[in-house]
């Protein structure tokens, strides 16, 4: 049975950690550093597991929200939001948790764009062509060879822990892109989508975003550009919550 809620840091613990924090910095004689420190790492309630997302409740970090008020300058760092919508985002900085942690989404959408490439290459190139990238099955025989890096995070059968090396909210997969043989698969998908053109039609089928986007000409249809522009929109969420805009670099 999944869980249904991650309990936030308690308001009294915030205060604990701030009070022993301060007096080792003041101990130290660091008084001049302490007074540049500018957020304190909680759980606000929000969290992800293999498929699934806690999205933030604010009414349940209330307390916890209102105690960082009596501190001059300080706000805190929110632990783990990948992941989270938009308006769960935008609600965590209204209520001083205004450093938006974030890691696994970014290599996760990296991840994605990758997939999305190769599944236009099997269209537009055939799946028995002998040039093929066959980035996915690169990826799991490097995985397999090496599960260092996920072994003791997935569990389950080979079936589950097949799916979740590929498609987990944690993505391990991103200990493994500088790995000389998966570089090579992505090179040679990279490639084939720039000889072979997208067609706009698969591009829509597995890009949709960037579709548009290059049809409005903000983009082109090349695959680091198509890459960077299904980033930018991860990115353009936590811009937008952080009342922020993403400036656009071609």
Not at 24 to 33: P, Q, R, T, V
Not at 140 to 156: A, F, H, I, Q, T
Not at 196 to 214: G, H
Request: hydrophobic share 35%.
């Amino acid at each position: 049975m999944k869980e249904e809620y991650v309990h936030p840091t308690k308001a009294e613990d915030a205060v604990t950690t701030l009070t022993i924090s301060k007096r080792h910095f003041l101990d130290a004689g660091l008084s001049e550093a302490w007074d540049r420190v500018l957020g304190l790492v909680v759980q606000p309630g929000v969290e992800f597991g293999d498929d699934q997302v806690f999205n933030y409740q604010r009414e349940k970090a209330k307390i916890l929200s209102n105690k960082i008020l009596e501190y001059k300058n300080l706000v805190y760092e929110a632990h783990s939001t990948d992941y989270q919508p938009e308006s769960c985002l935008k609600a965590l900085v209204e209520d001083h948790f205004c450093i938006l942690k974030v890691g696994p989404w970014l290599t996760f959408a990296f991840r994605e764009a990758l997939f999305s490439l190769e599944a236009m290459e099997l269209e537009i190139m055939g799946r028995n062509h002998p040039e093929l990238s066959k980035l996915r099955d690169t990826l799991r025989k490097v995985m397999l060879n090496e599960p260092g890096y996920w072994n003791s995070y997935y569990d389950g059968d080979d079936n589950a822990k097949n799916f979740k090396q590929k498609y987990s909210f944690s993505d391990r997969s991103r200990y493994y892109w500088l790995n000389q043989e998966i570089e090579n698969s992505k090179t040679r998908l990279f490639n084939n989508l720039t000889h072979n053109k997208i067609p706009l039609s698969v591009l829509s089928q597995f890009m949709p975003n960037q579709f548009y986007e290059v049809c409005e000409g903000k983009i082109d249809a090349k695959p680091k550009a198509l890459i960077h522009s299904h980033i930018r929109t991860l990115v353009g969420i936590y811009a937008r919550a952080c009342g922020l805009t993403v400036k656009r670099n071609n």
